[in-house]
């Protein structure tokens, strides 16, 4: 037991690790990282605990059950887990509502001191403060009045508060992942489906990127500008202090555009200068900077995959089971022809069917996750998650208790991932994710790590366990049976709005795009996507066959003339149709690099290339 309970424990935190570094961006200071790592081991390690909670609960409950001997109960277990219980929850607790909200905005706060940007994230801060205060006060007043003001109650009260607002956010996102998430595996099931999501998104990605740049390159722009005509002043200092965190590339291009940008449209904001107009532009370009370089990051991922997936059905019916593409070398050597052929397996006959048997799995766990929250509304004896819990062998329990555990845990932490709060608080992977989001997404994980765990206990049908006697007698002592019912309704019609696409169109109707989880595209975008999609494959062939030119004899340590292309394409004059290849064998040729602009697959297609 206790070798499966250190494996598990130090997979997990070597896992938390790599998420931290995966999401955190380069430029976020170390002590963000340390108490993001700290607060994400706290809020998934309660669905790590929940499990050895079950297990010891139903053994001493069996044991009592048979009338064994009571010195065969696990009590020294229960008392070291219903201490980990309250220690993890009450720091949770104090991560929630004031270390990681000041942390917050104190790290997106615009002033140039400690002291002021800790001014700045107290005030910020005041409201919620405020309201705690006034909350508190009423219920002492309440308190009083029956006489039963205690320190016991007044925690009763915090903590079901708490747990009442984490359990709405856990249903709203799981109302979502468990539709998205099956959803996501089965429209991936080809290449073909692939491609068009891919050509459906490729428009507001680029917009985006678009955006993000325009915008960025402004801000530098006037605090560039307000430099030069304050530089004898405080106001010059800051600007210098503002501009040092620029990247010198960004800075170049900003400098040598400015020869061609109007200016009097940039001089309405370079009047009225004040130290509260100072720390919102340091605020401002810091956002703007980081918003560019994740819109170019995602850009660059998103023209990586499409291509992938166009080269990939270029070679589905390739009869030497590789993929041959313009943008890499084949492997060389025994060994490397086994991994190419591999390769080509994996993406066009395994990787398909995979995704279609997670897709049905999921679609499987959901329905049984939406029939448990059901069966607590409707207060049904029949429960499918009970018989989780009915072996007596410690590793068949933790490992039957974890699968839907982590499923839900999963179907919740994802809306959190892919949200768009705001349009300020953002989760992106390739370490491009800033402090404030970071720290906005860690105060939301610990919002919801108790709740869920509470919630699967309910679905369960499990009592008298430590994670209820720390967690959930808040929630019934001080708001009875109203979360019984009311929660589950809420997930059963946010489920169906998400399975039958009414939350999007919502979203879409409203101009809500802030509360957006993913962008669904239409056949207008797919189309627009596929000419985008087109000119940015000739851009950057023709960037790799300049770079080939220069190079012929070696190009990352392969030879260049070592390999050879076979293609089956045509030009449509907007996009690049793939041919089967039983179908157009009399269009394939052979061609090698060293020859490829005189032996192109299209003559057409590499004046293309040229004209970009």
């Not at 329990?397 to 959190?416: A, H, K, V």
């Amino acid at each position: 037991m206790r070798i499966f309970s250190v494996v598990e424990c130090t997979i997990y935190l070597i896992f938390i690790a790599y998420l931290v570094y995966e999401y955190s961006s380069k430029k976020v200071p170390y002590y963000v990282k340390i108490i993001t790592y700290i607060s994400w081991v706290i809020s998934f390690g309660f669905v790590f605990v929940l499990p050895l909670d079950i297990y010891y609960t139903q053994h001493n409950l069996s044991l009592k059950r048979h009338n064994l001997d009571p010195k065969l109960l696990d009590t020294y277990e229960i008392k070291y887990i219903e201490l980990t219980w309250s220690v993890i929850y009450w720091i949770n607790f104090l991560l929630i509502w004031f270390i990681l909200p000041i942390l917050q905005e104190f790290e997106d706060a615009g002033e140039f001191t400690i002291k002021d940007k800790l001014k700045r994230s107290l005030y910020n801060n005041a409201l919620l403060y405020g309201i705690f205060v006034l909350l508190g006060g009423l219920f002492m007043i309440y308190l009083s009045y029956y006489g039963k003001m205690t320190m016991s109650a007044m925690m009763e009260f915090f903590a079901g508060l708490s747990n009442c607002f984490g359990t709405f956010l856990v249903i709203l996102l799981m109302g979502h992942g468990l539709v998205a998430i099956p959803k996501k595996y089965i429209n991936e099931r080809t290449q073909e489906l692939n491609l068009k999501y891919y050509q459906g998104i490729a428009k507001k990605s680029e917009q985006t990127k678009v955006n993000a740049k325009y915008q960025m390159e402004r801000l530098i722009k006037i605090v560039y500008l307000m430099k030069e005509q304050y530089s004898d002043k405080h106001v010059g200092q800051y600007c210098t202090k503002i501009l040092e965190e620029v990247n010198p590339q960004i800075m170049n291009d900003v400098i040598k555009d400015l020869r061609y940008t109007n200016l009097e449209d940039l001089s309405r904001d370079l009047t009225d200068i004040n130290m509260n107009k100072i720390v919102s532009l340091n605020r401002q370009v810091k956002k703007s900077i980081a918003d560019y370089l994740r819109a170019e990051t995602k850009w660059q991922i998103l023209l990586d995959n499409a291509f992938l997936v166009e080269d990939i059905l270029e070679n589905q019916f390739s009869i030497h089971y590789k993929i041959r593409s313009t943008f890499w070398v084949e492997r060389s050597g025994y060994v490397g022809d086994i991994l190419d052929k591999i390769q080509w397996f994996w993406y066009v006959k395994i990787k398909s069917i995979l995704k279609l048997v997670l897709g049905v799995i999921f679609s499987i766990f959901s329905l049984i996750i939406i029939y448990g929250e059901l069966s607590m509304f409707l207060d049904l004896d029949i429960s499918i998650f009970k018989i989780f819990s009915q072996s007596d062998e410690y590793f068949k329990t933790q490992i039957l208790i974890l699968i839907p555990l982590l499923y839900i845990s999963f179907c919740s932490y994802y809306g959190l991932f892919h949200i768009q709060f705001s349009g300020f608080y953002c989760f992106f992977k390739h370490h491009n994710t800033d402090a404030p989001s970071l720290l906005f997404g860690s105060i939301n994980f610990s919002r919801v790590s108790a709740p869920l765990c509470y919630n699967f206990l309910q679905m369960m049908r499990i009592q008298n366990t430590s994670c209820e006697q720390v967690i959930g007698k808040f929630d019934t002592s001080v708001f009875g049976s109203f979360s019984a019912v009311f929660f589950p309704v809420v997930l059963i019609i946010f489920t169906l709005f998400n399975f039958f696409d009414i939350y999007d169109l919502i979203v879409e109707k409203f101009n809500l795009q802030q509360l957006e989880f993913s962008h669904q595209p239409i056949q207008s975008d797919i189309d627009e996507g596929k000419k985008i999609l087109y000119k940015a494959r000739l851009h950057r062939e023709r960037k790799f066959l300049t770079k080939q030119s220069t190079d012929l004899r070696n190009f990352n340590g392969y030879s260049i003339n070592q390999f050879s292309t076979r293609i089956s394409m045509y030009n449509d004059d907007e996009n690049r149709n793939i041919i089967p290849y039983e179908n157009q064998q009399n269009k394939q040729r052979s061609f090698s690099t060293s020859s490829l602009l005189t032996n192109s697959r299209n003559s057409n297609f590499y004046k293309d290339i040229l004209k970009i």
